[in-house]
Structure formats: C-alpha cells, structure tokens
T-cell receptor, first 114, second 114 residues
Framework: AQSVTQLDSHVSVSEGTPVLLRCNYS??????LFWYVQHPNKGLQLLLK??????LVKGINGFEAEFKKSETSFHLTKPSAHMSDAAEYFC????????????FGKGTRLHILP | GAGVSQSPSNKVTEKGKDVELRCDPI?????LYWYRQSLGQGLEFLIY????????KSGLPSDRFSAERTGGSVSTLTIQRTQQEDSAVYLC????????????FGPGTRLTVT
C-alpha cells in the first residue's frame, strides 16, 4: 500500500536562508512523486514531479527535489527563501502500474521570517 | 485556455439539506478527481473517474456522498442530508491520464453547513 509522510507540519525559515521540507513515502511499485503548493486563498499548483527519469528534479520558483530510493525520501529544497514562498506544500505519491490511487501528505506550512 | 472550474464557489446550507457540487474539467482530460480539504486536515481523496467510470470510490466518507460523471466531462458530487462535519472546501482536479500525470486543480467550493 502507498503512504506519504510529511515530517513537519510547520517550518519557519528566515528570508534568504535555505528551505528543506521533508517527505517520506512508501510504495510497493514504481512511484510517481509530486510536490504541490497552495498559496493562501489560491488553488493548488504543481511545483515539480518525479516519474522515474532523473532523480534530481527541478521545479518552478527555484525549488528542487531529490528522489532517494534507498531512503524512500523526496525532500523539497530551495537554496534561498523568498517572502513569496510562504504557503502550504503537499507531497504526493502515486503508484504507476497500480490502481492509480493518489495519496496526498498532510501538508507543511512554510513561514518566511523577514 | 480555460482551466478547471467549479460551481458554486461558496455554498451555505442548513443541516439535513442535500447539496450538489459541480466540476468542469479541462477539455480532453480523461481523469477527474474529487478531494475534500478541511481546516488543518490536508487533502482527503474522495473519488476519481477515468472517463465515466469510478474505479476507486473508497474515499467517500459515507453513503450520503455520491458522484457521477457524464460524457467524460462534467462531474457532480452530491451530499445528501448534510451534516456540520461536511463543512469543508471541496476541490476538483483533472488530468490527461492518471498516475504520473499532473493534476490541474479548480478553485474549490467552500461548503458551510449550519
């Protein structure tokens, strides 16, 4: 069975410092992994996705994530936080070749301190 | 082009009444998903459609919830005899396929049951 765990419900970083949002998954098959972002009062938007190509995936707004099979992780990073990054971030797992069930993590709210 | 649209954007209803929520996916998208987002709860998967059929209804919280999709396009989510715990934002998403495909989200319907 699939599952996804976002290890932190809230993360606070200062503007200009690195961001790390952690995500661990479990999957019996070959997973597709995604990060979505939801800004306040806005819809969900895809940041990036991994679908068994390169393990380091680059997304929009300077974010990237690395798929580490040995650690079953797909952590989201950004070298330098900007105030506009304040939002809720969701890690998502979907099993390719399975029943297409898509599982969202509970979300991590990112706060940017001036 | 047009994105995913949902109507109504807001719905206030009295406990015990039935409500119907509508989702218009992006034209050509075969997969359609319904989620519920409650305050502080993250996204809860409800049901998804591949074409007009729903391979996975396991996320529907109770038999008061039902959904249908006709013509491979518009979908309606119906909640009968609404309860206060049904209050949430109901999100719809569509994609070209499933698994590794990006989901495009609508703005949601905010349902308040009084």
């Amino acid at each position: 069975a699939q599952s996804v765990t976002q290890l932190d419900s809230h993360v606070s970083v200062s503007e200009g410092t690195p961001v790390l949002l952690r995500c661990n998954y479990s999957s019996s098959y070959s997973p597709s992994l995604f990060w979505y972002v939801q800004h306040p009062n806005k819809g969900l938007q895809l940041l990036l996705k991994y679908t068994s190509a390169a393990t380091l995936v680059k997304g929009i707004n300077g974010f990237e994530a690395e798929f580490k099979k040995s650690e079953t992780s797909f952590h989201l990073t950004k070298p330098s936080a900007h105030m506009s990054d304040a939002a809720e971030y969701f890690c998502v797992v979907s099993d390719v070749n399975r029943d297409d069930k898509i599982i969202f993590g509970k979300g991590t709210r990112l706060h940017i301190l001036p | 082009g047009a994105g995913v649209s949902q109507s109504p954007s807001n719905k206030v209803t009295e406990k015990g009444k039935d409500v119907e929520l509508r989702c218009d996916p992006i034209s050509g998208h075969t997969a359609l998903y319904w989620y519920r987002q409650s305050l502080g709860q993250g996204l809860e998967f409800l049901i998804y459609f591949q074409g007009n059929s729903a391979p996975d209804k396991s996320g529907l919280p109770s038999d008061r919830f039902s959904a249908e999709r006709t013509g491979g396009s518009v979908s309606t989510l119906t909640i009968q005899r609404t309860q206060q715990e049904d209050s949430a934002v109901y999100l719809c998403a569509s994609s070209f396929g499933t698994s590794g495909s990006e989901q495009y989200f609508g703005p949601g319907t905010r349902l308040t049951v009084t």
